[in-house]
């Protein structure tokens, strides 16, 4: 056996290098292209210029390619028998997916077949030089077979084959036989058979902190959504460790690779935490795909915003649920208006500043705004107090007053309109001259309707050429930030102002406090966005960006997006300019909240979508109003939904284990089936002598001596800091998680630290405690303290039959 593996190395091996002399015949022919570009460049016609551009670009994208697929090239072979219809496509393959009649012989002693076709299948296609295929894209339709094809279903895969490669190096190849009841043969031998099949050697490996690709052992249900077409809504559900997340990146690059024009437009991946965006987002490059996909947290979604705080599941609560629209409206509306009591100058340090002051205007500035009329003297000293009051002016030589409560009409009769907050400061304007108009006695000087209309005119450029009245129209009708507003909202007696009949007052405090720190939550964000849209962005004349001549013009600037910037720069430069895209994928979708569906809406009004996700992991307390906000978000576009089944990340015993919860957290629901098992139980151990610090921190080293790979200590979340104080000095293999950061990831071995604390912390604990228990491919420890009521072996509570 031994020998036949040996063998087969070697048969794989030379192809190997057979695919890597072409690839360097490729790259000596893209330098080369650059070169000759780059001579022609001397040349210096435009039309030679523009061809060299062209050229350096083709050529400067195809060298990053090949350089950068070169690791772990190829990975996948397929035997096949003799297709049906004898067509080949684009890719030199045959396109049939059933074999011939006659391509399997029944004699008396057994089924017999000839291999008529081998493919090779790797992270991008390589043609020889006569255009037969050496190795097929993975996304490529002739390569669909490779994880398509099961023993039930086998079409025309005989043999299929994982091979491991380390750069130019074939270590090993794992084979699985789909017709096991044929004997075939290949060049007039009979096909060997190697190993025990890739899955299970590609499980069975070591963890690290970021996620691998799986492209070497998709599964056949896997495979279906992967490249499932983007029509319209793609809907996937499926337990902890079905592969949603590892599905999710594996279509974008399949979405790209199938139709880049449609996707130039740019895919969005919206994940829960920066900790799975850091984990995941190795797997695109590692797939040969970066520039068009933005993976952001949901707390990143709003540019130039990193929420790095969680809000206290009461407080989350509220600011997550579809009420805050209408508080949202109110406060953009009432934000315009400083109530004295609460503007600068009069407020303590930390309380609610203006409004105003986000919008990049000094306070200073501000004040003079609010002193309006020459002989005013108290105005100066009311400046700081908040929205002026009055307006004066002079026109037409006569002395013009807007009160208080003339003002105020104006300012309901313009906000009556529907078009965004800050838009409406035109109209606003036209009805204060409209006002002061009427009070001139101008109106009824002429009976020409042409005459009037001109002294109407002068009589607006009068007073909008007036700075006093400039500085009144920005002090009276500010333009807002949603930053401003946000501010404004942590003023309580405001907030109870605009959240009457919708919140209630113990909501209001929490969250008027809340917004009084410094930080950003992860549940503000989707408030910053939705007030972006309420309130709208004044339109500017653009400033021209700098551009070097040269690439003007050029054009280069165009052509070669990538010449200075890497490719992740240029990921995050479009993706901080863009605001829709072509295609988004939510990761972790149950636990979007009702607001952050409607920002993440947004982005992709005309897009086609993934939406990836597992109800029993949610832990937004009410999923019927998440849902019915996802449901708006998504529209009435149909869907096509996918059930994954199968756990490829725990084992059979921690399964178990954490089916337990899941009974407990949503009767009924079913589990998925871990496709392994290792032997070994999970641990049940309980807090020695009073100190929990000690005790996590002696579980965690015992877990560290049993694993190669990483350690996830999951905790609750108000024992964040705590936990990683307590882990300090171990390494970077293990790491403290609280338990709403540990959604998407994976460790080798998990320390689970008081059940009850984590199912108590929230209305969606026991769904919380469901995910921490998820996470391990290899062991979990479970601690249990007072809290858990553990019994005489340690088990606590909620994980007892
Ligand atoms: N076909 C496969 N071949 C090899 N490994 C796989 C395969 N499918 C999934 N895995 C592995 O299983 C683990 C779980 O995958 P993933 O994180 O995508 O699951 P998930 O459904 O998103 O889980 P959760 O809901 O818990 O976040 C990962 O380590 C992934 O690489």
Do not use: C
Request: charge should be negative; hydrophobic fraction near 40%; charged fraction near 30%.
């Amino acid at each position: 056996m031994a020998d036949v593996r040996e063998r087969e190395i070697s048969v794989e091996q030379e192809h190997l290098d057979q695919v890597y002399r072409r690839l360097e015949e490729k790259i000596h022919e893209a330098e080369f292209l650059m070169n000759d570009a780059a001579k022609r460049g001397q040349v210096g016609t435009p039309g030679a210029l523009a061809e060299r551009d062209a050229q350096v670009f083709r050529a400067g994208v195809h060298l990053n390619r090949l350089n950068n697929e070169f690791e772990d090239f190829l990975f996948g072979r397929i035997d096949l028998l003799l297709g049906k219809d004898g067509k080949k496509g684009p890719d030199g393959a045959y396109t049939a997916v059933e074999p011939a009649e006659g391509a399997v012989r029944a004699e008396e002693t057994g089924t017999y077949a000839d291999i008529a076709e081998t493919l090779h299948i790797g992270r991008i296609g390589v043609l020889d030089a006569d255009y037969s295929p050496l190795v097929i894209d993975w996304r490529a339709p002739a390569a669909a077979p490779f994880y398509r094809s099961t023993p039930v279903d086998p079409g025309r895969v005989v043999r299929r084959r994982v091979i491991r490669s380390k750069g130019r190096k074939v270590l090993g190849v794992e084979d699985d036989l789909m017709r096991p009841e044929l004997t075939a043969f290949l060049d007039g031998e009979e096909l060997p058979v190697v190993g025990d099949g890739a899955l299970m050697a590609a499980l069975g490996q070591a963890r690290s902190h970021s996620m691998r690709d799986i492209v070497a052992s998709i599964q056949a249900e896997q495979d279906l959504v992967i490249r499932a077409p983007a029509a319209s809504v793609t809907y996937v559900e499926g337990g902890p460790g079905t592969g949603k997340t590892a599905v999710a990146l594996h279509r974008a690059a399949y979405l790209l690779y199938q139709d880049r024009r449609r996707y130039a437009g740019g895919i969005l991946i919206v994940s829960p935490t920066p900790l799975l965006v850091a984990y995941t987002e190795g797997v695109l490059p590692s797939l040969g795909e970066e520039g068009q996909v933005a993976i952001r947290a949901v707390g990143s979604l709003v540019d130039s915003t990193e929420a790095s705080v969680y809000d206290t599941p009461a407080v989350a609560r509220v600011k997550g649920s579809s009420r805050m629209l209408r508080v949202l409206r109110r406060a953009a509306r009432g934000a315009l208006e400083q109530d004295p009591a609460t503007a600068v100058g009069s407020r303590a340090a930390g309380a609610a500043p203006d409004p105003r002051r986000a919008n990049g205007q000094s306070p200073t500035a501000s004040a003079q705004q609010l002193a309006f009329g020459e002989d005013e003297p108290e105005a100066e000293g009311e400046a700081n107090k908040g929205t002026p009051t009055r307006l004066r002016v002079v026109a037409f030589g006569r002395r013009l007053e807007l009160d208080s409560a003339q003002l105020s009409r104006i300012r309901q009769t313009a906000l009556n309109g529907t078009a965004p907050v800050n838009l409406l400061r035109p109209r606003a304007r036209k009805l204060l001259l409209d006002a002061l108009w009427e009070q001139s006695g101008a109106a009824g000087r002429h009976d020409d309707p042409e005459l009037a209309a001109e002294l109407r005119s002068s009589f607006d450029e009068d007073i909008t050429s007036e700075d006093d009245f400039l500085a009144f129209l920005d002090a009276w009708w500010p333009e807002l930030t949603p930053r401003a507003v946000l501010s404004a909202m942590s003023d309580e007696r405001s907030l109870n102002r605009w959240s009457r009949r919708i919140l209630n007052p113990g909501e209001v405090r929490k969250v008027a406090r809340s917004l009084r720190r410094d930080a950003l939550s992860v549940h503000d964000v989707a408030l910053l966005d939705e007030l972006q849209a309420i309130l709208g962005t004044p339109h500017r004349p653009r400033k021209k960006k700098d551009l070097d001549p040269l690439d003007l013009l050029t054009g280069l600037d165009e052509l070669m997006p990538q010449r200075e910037e890497s490719q992740r720069e240029r990921a995050e430069r479009l993706a901080a300019e863009r605001v829709e895209y072509a295609h988004v994928i939510v990761d972790e979708a149950q636990d979007l909240t009702p607001m952050q569906w409607r920002m993440v809406g947004r982005r992709g009004r005309h897009a086609t979508w993934t939406v990836v996700g597992d109800p029993a992991q949610s832990s937004w307390s009410d999923p019927d109003e998440a849902a019915a906000a996802r449901d708006e978000a998504l529209g009435t576009r149909p869907r096509r939904r996918f059930t994954l089944t199968v756990n490829y990340r725990n084992p059979a015993e921690i399964a178990d284990l954490a089916a337990k919860v899941l009974a407990l957290a949503m009767p009924g629901a079913e589990s998925p089936s871990a496709v392994r098992s290792t032997g070994i139980e999970p641990r049940f151990a309980v807090v020695r002598e009073g100190d929990l610090g000690q005790s996590v921190r002696d579980e965690a080293a015992r877990l560290l001596e049993r694993v190669e790979g990483t350690v996830g200590v999951v905790v609750a979340m108000n024992r964040r800091e705590q936990a990683a104080r307590w882990l300090a000095g171990l390494g970077e293999r293990v790491v403290a998680l609280g338990s709403l950061e540990a959604k998407g990831l994976e460790y080798d071995a998990t320390l689970v630290v008081s059940p009850a604390e984590i199912a108590d912390e929230s209305p969606a604990g026991l769904r919380v405690l469901y995910v921490a228990l998820t996470r391990a491919t290899q062991q979990l420890t479970v601690l249990s303290g007072e809290r858990d009521d553990p019994d005489a072996d340690g088990v606590p509570d909620l994980l007892r039959d």
